[in-house]
């Protein structure tokens, strides 16, 4: 025992009874257990798979691990994509939608339009990368049982839409997705958004009537059926019967029924590329788009930027729904790092996907229609007070791009933009203001070459708002594609 004691690093164990040394030596063994199961995890090239949330793995035919980090980027920017937090309410307290702190007291909102992303759906691509992963389009369980049947309208009434390519509803829980096509989750998210705005404007919507409600869709499955479903989280039992205006395309250019707005411009796409610049430093990503393809003998004839939206809208889609990432048939499976490079590269192809120039154009007849309806409710004339579009990511990055607010990357699913709309209190004041949020966040301060009211400084004059909208510039721009010679 005494030579043990003069041991130096163990001296400490010559004051401990047997019992004492016994612990010491079978804490040694676990932590040695322990260390040898780390070990083993860490620099193992097969990591098992599995559908649990959020848990996403590596592939099991990969010997390389994925870099410290990836995992965590990975789940945080399906986290902001998804928009999961939407089914739990979270926005709801957090919004800065109809709160003006103390400005509030001498001010009162008099309009609200919301323009809104669909909600979660399958990919909108079709592309064999592996075993096929079904997606379940249909309402399940009987808390959907009461969903009232709502009315559709074509706009205009003259337009050639058929009305029964629209069903309102996603189906029954046996349906499986198509492309594109909104899921149930997707039904929940518009549901909850539609429950959040009715609590948010709580004493703005008491005092509005459906009839003073328009809602419009683009001629879309997913967008109409969105409609629907924000209108069942919004409505109470007596507010049945709000229609859902059709129109066709993707860009909601056709006005509500006796407005007054341009035409869209019928050259669109050779505007486009005419005005389209490509992505910067695609290089930086090429190697990621072109693996992919080689990997799942993919051979898409576009652009890399282009190429990446694709590739990552069908991956991102799988994920949102907890699947994991595609292998192909030879067992080569995508791992978290290239699809988090992936899913980078898709972000700057998203933000540089439009120009400010061609937005303008694009958007010019619904920022029309917009504005004629705030026309209308300035000078008190019987208009709409809420204002309800259903559209698409494209939509919106081309509303707030217009509005020179630049995106930072792909939209969420049910992501919003809403303008709000007040009016002074103070009986010798007239005066009209407009605020911009995007998410539920106060974006006002970044419209372009706006300056904000010095008396209310988050808001901008309805004056000045009014004549960016109807600037010699944009309707330049507008002439300038109508009167292309190309098509």
């Given at each position: 025992?005494?030579?043990?004691?003069?041991?130096?690093?163990?001296?400490?164990a010559?004051g401990m009874?047997?019992?004492?040394?016994?612990?010491?030596?079978?804490?040694?063994?676990s932590?040695?257990?322990?260390?040898?199961?780390?070990?083993?995890?860490?620099?193992?090239?097969?990591?098992e798979?599995?559908l649990?949330p959020?848990?996403?793995?590596l592939?099991?035919?990969?010997?390389?691990?994925?870099p410290?980090g990836?995992?965590?980027q990975?789940d945080?920017?399906?986290?902001?994509?998804?928009?999961?937090?939407?089914?739990?309410?979270?926005?709801?307290?957090?919004?800065?939608e109809a709160?003006?702190?103390?400005a509030?007291e001498?001010l009162?909102l008099?309009q609200?339009?919301?323009?809104?992303?669909?909600?979660?759906?399958?990919?909108?691509q079709?592309?064999?990368m592996g075993p096929?992963?079904?997606?379940?389009?249909g309402l399940e369980?009987?808390?959907?049982?009461?969903?009232?049947?709502?009315?559709?309208?074509?706009?205009?009434p003259s337009?050639?839409?058929?009305l029964a390519?629209f069903?309102v509803?996603p189906g029954?829980?046996s349906?499986?997705?198509?492309?594109?096509?909104?899921?149930?989750v997707?039904f929940?998210?518009?549901y909850s958004?539609?429950a959040i705005i009715?609590k948010?404007?709580h004493?703005?919507?008491?005092a509005?009537?459906?009839?003073?409600?328009?809602?419009?869709?683009?001629?879309?499955q997913?967008?109409?059926?969105?409609?629907?479903a924000f209108?069942?989280?919004?409505?109470?039992?007596?507010e049945?019967g709000?229609p859902i205006?059709?129109?066709?395309?993707?860009i909601?250019?056709?006005?509500p029924?006796?407005v007054?707005?341009?035409?869209?411009?019928?050259?669109l796409?050779a505007?486009y590329?005419?005005?389209?610049?490509?992505?910067p430093d695609?290089?930086r990503?090429?190697?990621?788009?072109?693996?992919i393809?080689?990997?799942f003998g993919?051979s898409?004839?576009?652009e890399?930027?282009?190429?990446?939206?694709r590739?990552?809208d069908?991956?991102m889609?799988?994920?949102?729904?907890?699947?994991?990432l595609?292998?192909?048939?030879g067992?080569?499976?995508?791992?978290?790092?290239s699809a988090?490079?992936?899913i980078?590269?898709?972000?700057?192809?998203?933000k540089?996907?439009y120009?400010h120039?061609?937005?303008?154009v694009?958007?010019?007849?619904?920022?029309?229609?917009?504005?004629?309806?705030m026309?209308a409710a300035?000078h008190?004339?019987h208009t709409?007070?809420?204002?309800?579009?259903f559209?698409?990511?494209?939509?919106?990055t081309?509303?707030l791009?217009?509005?020179?607010v630049?995106?930072?990357g792909?939209?969420?699913?049910?992501s919003?933009v809403v303008v709000?709309?007040?009016k002074?209190?103070?009986?010798?004041?007239h005066?009209?203001?407009?605020?911009?949020?995007?998410?539920?966040?106060?974006?006002?301060g970044?419209i372009?070459?706006q300056?904000?009211?010095a008396e209310?400084?988050?808001?901008?004059?309805y004056s000045?708002w009014?004549?960016?909208?109807?600037?010699?510039?944009s309707?330049?721009?507008?002439?300038e594609?109508v009167?292309?010679?190309?098509?």
């Open positions: 025992m005494y030579r043990y004691c003069r041991a130096r690093l163990l001296r400490s010559c009874n047997a019992r004492q040394r016994s612990r010491v030596v079978l804490a040694g063994v932590l040695l257990g322990l260390v040898g199961g780390i070990l083993t995890w860490r620099f193992s090239g097969t990591v798979h599995d649990r959020p848990s996403l793995h592939s099991p035919t990969r010997a390389q691990l994925t410290r990836a995992k965590e990975l945080q920017r399906l986290s902001e994509y998804c928009h999961e937090s939407l089914l739990q309410f979270v926005e709801a307290s957090a919004s800065e709160k003006l702190s103390s509030q001498s009162e008099v609200v339009h919301v323009i809104a992303r669909h909600g979660d759906r399958s990919p909108a079709s592309f064999d096929k992963q079904n997606f379940t389009c369980g009987k808390s959907w049982a009461g969903l009232k049947r709502l009315a559709v309208k074509p706009l205009p337009s050639m839409i058929n390519d069903p509803f029954s829980s349906k499986r997705c198509g492309v594109g096509m909104l899921t149930e997707g929940r998210q518009l958004l539609g009715r948010t404007y004493d703005f919507l008491s509005v009537h459906p009839d003073q409600i328009f809602v419009h869709s683009t001629s879309y997913r967008t109409v059926q969105s409609a629907a209108l069942h989280g919004y409505s109470r039992e007596d049945a709000i205006h059709i129109s066709e395309g993707d909601l250019s056709a006005p029924v006796g007054k707005a341009s035409l869209p411009c019928k050259k796409g505007f590329r005419k005005l389209h610049t490509g992505v695609v290089e990503w090429q190697k990621v788009v072109d693996s393809q080689s990997t993919l898409l004839a576009v890399t930027g282009e190429a990446a939206i590739l990552a069908h991956v889609a799988r994920l949102c729904h907890r699947l994991t595609p292998c192909s048939h067992a080569e499976c995508l791992d978290e790092s988090l490079e992936l980078a590269g898709a972000d700057v192809a998203w540089h996907r120009t120039e061609y937005s303008v694009a958007m010019r007849p619904f920022l029309q229609h917009s504005l004629e309806v026309d300035v008190s004339k709409y007070k809420l204002l309800l579009s559209a698409h990511d494209s939509t919106l081309m509303v791009d217009a509005l020179g630049k995106s930072s792909w939209m969420p699913y049910v919003r709000e709309l007040w002074s209190r103070k009986y010798y004041d005066t009209h203001f407009v605020r911009v949020l995007f998410n539920g966040r106060d974006i006002t970044q372009a070459n300056v904000q009211s209310y400084p988050r808001l901008i004059e000045r009014r004549s960016m909208l109807l600037a010699d510039t309707l330049a721009l507008y002439h594609c009167n292309m010679t190309s098509s």
